[in-house]
Nanobody
Framework: QVQLVESGGGLVQPGGSLRLSCAASGSIFSINVMGWYRQAPGKERELVAAITSGGSTNYADSVKGRFTISRDNAKNTMYLQMNSLKPEDTAVYYC???????????????WGQGTQVTVSS
């Protein structure tokens, strides 16, 4: 079984910063695309940022210039550096990854349990 575990959420004031981490564990052969999604109360889950195994990235317009996604393939870990946080960034942030799982080598779309980010004064 592949497990994704997020960490790094919390309460921060507007203009502050947080760094989220997502660690994948289990019988992993490789990981393709990894991404961060978020869901605010009463809203649909949305893509925040994604990164391929080669390092190509894309971001939601609302976070461009403020958030940076990165990954360490050797550690099967992904990060999201969030700067200049705004109250509208408040949401549960979820890690997502397409994991190639041993021994079947079949891609599995995997999700973490989510971590709460609250931006408030």
């Amino acid at each position: 079984q592949v497990q994704l575990v997020e960490s790094g959420g919390g309460l921060v004031q507007p203009g502050g910063s947080l760094r989220l981490s997502c660690a994948a564990s289990g019988s992993i052969f490789s990981i393709n695309v990894m991404g961060w999604y978020r869901q605010a109360p009463g809203k649909e889950r949305e893509l925040v940022a994604a990164i391929t195994s080669g390092g190509s990235t894309n971001y939601a317009d609302s976070v461009k210039g403020r958030f940076t996604i990165s990954r360490d393939n050797a550690k099967n870990t992904m990060y999201l550096q969030m700067n200049s946080l705004k109250p509208e960034d408040t949401a549960v942030y979820y890690c997502n990854a397409e994991v190639i799982w041993r021994p079947t080598l079949i891609p599995v779309d995997s999700w973490g349990q989510g971590t709460q980010v609250t931006v408030s004064s």
